[in-house]
Each structure stands twice: as structure tokens, then as C-alpha cells.
């Protein structure tokens, strides 16, 4: 990989996309809702973690009894939340309930319970690290019980955003979830533009590659519009999802997929080619919207 003029350059001329989507509603009908995702071809079936919902392990459970072959994943596991052998008890056992099916994306957390009001940004972060080593540790370790059935372990995924979060995940994530926004204290999101989430990628890629590896490469989708008019769509968004952008940059972001089902297979096709994306997670909100392009997607796929 290199980098010129801004855009990343990338060798693969033919990419396996995977999709999946996440399910983020408190009161969610978790096997249906996993059902519909297998029959239109999502590749995995998520759960968030938060306090108020339902908790994300016994959700992918009941999740996988309902399907055969989708995948399942926390996206992602507030980790300030946890106590890592705690977690670690979870995801081995959870990965034996569904069949070896299991994915764990980890975050240091934005919000957090009342006994840990008191962590800083910088107290959740480093908690995330060593959370990443207990769970790397531990779930390759035969003597470890439960013994997870993925081998050596689950695949790992780290949402990163800020500079520490983007070395650890560099370093040791098997997929590196790119935020794609900033996070500020207590909930919501702000939108990174494309030049800095381009950076963000660059310097992921760059690590990685210097420590001989190539971790996927996945970005969390929060807005999706289909639409026969796409520049008129992005100007009528813009104020409500990102008024400190360009309309120009909103159409460039990967986080926000907008146009016909062909426009949105195009701006994801782009996205590989500038950002190396070959993962994306979307809302369960858009389920149907953009299961049309999952086939646009799949030429060349092995089956």
C-alpha cells in the first residue's frame, strides 16, 4: 500500500466485501431479526452493549439458535463495563453456545454505569488495552476454561478513533473498526470528515504493515439513504448529520451511503479504493434499504 495525492492505493483488484448489521433497538426481536439477516445475505449479525438493553451475549445467543450460518459479533463491547477474565468467561462460553460463530469487537466505552462514572477517557483506553491482553491471552490458552471452539481464539475487533486506540488496533486487532466520528462524553456522535478518516487509515495500515500484518479493515455505517437524486439527498441530510462538512464531503464519507442501490455498490467499490474498506456494519434500521446491494457486491465471491 502507498499513499499519494491523498488516496490510499491498494493492490486488491478484487474484494470480498462483508456486511453486517446491528441491532441497537432496546426491545428488539433478536432471532427474528437475525433470520431476516441471514435469508438477505448479511454476513454477520451484531449486538451493541449498553446499559437499558438487553445484554449483548445472551441476545447473540438466542440469535444464533434461530439461524445456521450467519455470524455474530458484539459491536462492540463497552469494556469499561467489564472485568476482563469476566469477559473472557463470556466470549469463550458465548462462542461454544452459537457454534463457533462468535466475533468480539471491543471499545473503551463512551458512556459508562455508576462504578465507573469516575473513569476518564484516558482510565477507559488504557482499560481497553489490557483487556485486549487478558482476552488474547486467555482464550488462546489451552489450560483456559471455557475453551472457546473458534481456533486459537475469536477474532478480535477494535473500534478506534483516537491515536492510542489506532495503535492498539494496528497492533493487535484482527479487524479494525474505524469510528469514523468523534465520540464526546455522555453520548452522540460527530462526524470526522474524509481527509482525516483517510488519515486515520493510513497510519492503521502503516503500522500494521510494519509489524508484517493486514488486519480488516471495517467502518461502522450511520446513515444510509436510498434515493434517485443523491446530491439533493446529501444537502437535505447535511445540516442534520454533519453541518460542519461540505456537501461534497459528506458524499465522500463511507459512513454515510447514499444514491440507488447502484450508486451505493459504486461509493462502497470507492471506498475500498481510497480507504481499503472491505467490512461494513450498518443499523438494523437498514435492513432492507441495502440488502439490494449486497448482490451488486458479490461478483467474484467465493461461495
Not at 483488484?13 to 433497538?25: L, T
Not at 459491536?75 to 467489564?82: I, K
Not at 474498506?277 to 441495502?290: E, G, P, R, V
Amino acid at each position: 500500500m502507498t499513499a499519494g495525492g491523498g488516496r490510499l492505493v491498494t493492490a486488491d483488484r478484487d474484494p470480498v466485501f462483508r456486511f453486517g448489521v446491528s441491532q441497537i433497538v432496546q426491545d428488539a426481536d433478536w432471532p427474528e431479526t437475525a433470520r431476516e439477516a441471514e435469508r438477505l445475505g448479511y454476513d454477520t449479525f451484531a449486538t451493541t452493549d449498553h446499559l437499558g438493553m438487553t445484554a449483548p451475549f445472551p441476545s447473540l445467543v438466542a440469535a444464533a439458535a434461530a439461524t445456521e450460518r450467519i455470524g455474530l459479533a458484539t459491536y462492540l463491547t463497552n469494556t469499561s463495563l467489564w472485568d476482563p477474565e469476566v469477559l473472557a468467561r463470556e466470549v469463550a462460553g458465548t462462542d461454544r453456545l452459537t457454534g463457533g460463530r462468535l466475533a468480539v469487537g471491543l471499545h473503551a466505552g463512551q458512556t459508562g454505569s455508576t462504578a465507573t462514572a469516575s473513569l476518564t477517557a484516558r482510565d477507559k483506553r488504557k482499560h481497553l488495552a489490557e483487556t485486549v491482553d487478558v482476552l488474547d491471552r486467555l482464550l488462546r490458552d489451552p489450560a483456559h476454561l471455557p475453551r472457546p471452539l473458534s481456533s486459537p481464539r475469536p477474532r478480535l475487533m477494535i473500534g478506534a478513533g483516537e491515536p492510542e486506540e489506532l495503535e492498539l488496533a494496528a497492533r493487535r486487532a484482527d479487524t479494525v473498526c474505524f469510528l469514523g466520528a468523534e465520540l464526546p462524553p455522555g453520548g452522540g456522535f460527530v462526524l470526522i470528515g474524509p481527509d482525516e478518516f483517510a488519515a486515520q487509515v493510513t497510519t492503521v495500515r502503516a503500522r500494521a504493515a510494519a509489524l508484517g500484518r493486514t488486519p480488516e479493515l471495517n467502518t461502522g455505517v450511520k446513515k444510509i439513504v436510498v434515493t434517485d437524486d443523491r446530491r439533493a439527498a446529501a444537502e437535505s441530510l447535511r445540516p442534520v448529520v454533519a453541518p460542519h462538512l461540505t456537501t461534497d464531503q459528506l458524499l465522500d464519507l463511507p459512513a454515510v451511503l447514499i444514491g440507488s442501490h447502484a450508486e451505493i455498490a459504486d461509493q462502497i467499490r470507492r471506498g475500498h479504493e481510497r480507504y481499503g474498506l472491505t467490512s461494513y456494519m450498518l443499523l438494523a434500521a437498514h435492513l432492507y434499504d441495502f440488502a439490494p446491494v449486497i448482490p451488486l457486491l458479490r461478483k467474484g465471491r467465493p461461495s
